[in-house]
C-alpha cells in the first residue's frame, strides 16, 4: 500500500483536497453547537458593540463593524445553519475572518462565544451523519474532547458573488 506524503481530506460533495495534519482550528459556539473554522482565515475578533445595523438584511447581513476605516459587513449565519436566530445580548463577538476564495475580502460573522484554537488532524474530521445542520455547509465533523466539533465550509455558506457586491457599497 503507498502513502501519500500530505493526507487527504475528502469533504462531504466527495472532492479530495490536501490539508496539513494538525491544521489549526478557531472553535466558537452558536447555540447548542461547537464551531471550526480554519485557522489561517482567521484575523481577528472584536466586540458587537460598535455594530451599525443594516437596512437591507440579505445575505443574513445584520450591520457593519469599523475595522481599520473600512466597514466590514457582520453576517449572522445561525439562520442559515438551520439555529435559532438569538436577539443580541451583547455578549456576542465578532469574529473577523478573510474567505479561502477571496483572501482580500474581509467578512464578520457573529459568535455568541469564542472558545479556543486547536489543531484538528485532518484524518479525524470526518463526514457528519444526521446534523440538524445542513450538511452542505460543512467539511465535516471531529470529536475533540468527547464533544463534536463541526467544521464549517464557509465559502459555501456564504457566496463570493454577493459579498463582492457588498464589498462595492462599502
Do not use: W
Not at 28 to 49: C, D, K, P, S
Not at 121 to 148: M, T
Amino acid at each position: 500500500m503507498h502513502e501519500t506524503a500530505e493526507p487527504i481530506l475528502v469533504d462531504l460533495t466527495g472532492k479530495a483536497r490536501y490539508a496539513e495534519p494538525g491544521e489549526k482550528h478557531v472553535l466558537f459556539r452558536l447555540g447548542n453547537e461547537t464551531f471550526g473554522l480554519a485557522a489561517q482565515i482567521v484575523r481577528g475578533v472584536m466586540g458587537i458593540g460598535s455594530l451599525i445595523p443594516a437596512a437591507n438584511s440579505s445575505f443574513f447581513l445584520i450591520g457593519f463593524v469599523f475595522c481599520q476605516t473600512k466597514a466590514l459587513p457582520v453576517f449572522d449565519i445561525r439562520t442559515a445553519l438551520g439555529l435559532p436566530a438569538a436577539g443580541l445580548g451583547g455578549k456576542e463577538e465578532v469574529l473577523v475572518l478573510s474567505l479561502p476564495s477571496d483572501a482580500r475580502l474581509r467578512i464578520g460573522i457573529l459568535v455568541e462565544s469564542l472558545e479556543n484554537a486547536c489543531a484538528i488532524h485532518s484524518a479525524a474530521i470526518k463526514g457528519v451523519v444526521q446534523n440538524r445542520i445542513p450538511s452542505q455547509f460543512l467539511r465535516g465533523s471531529a470529536r475533540l474532547d468527547e464533544r463534536e466539533v463541526l467544521v464549517l465550509d464557509l465559502d459555501f455558506l456564504i457566496s463570493p458573488t454577493a459579498l463582492r457586491r457588498l464589498s462595492n457599497l462599502t
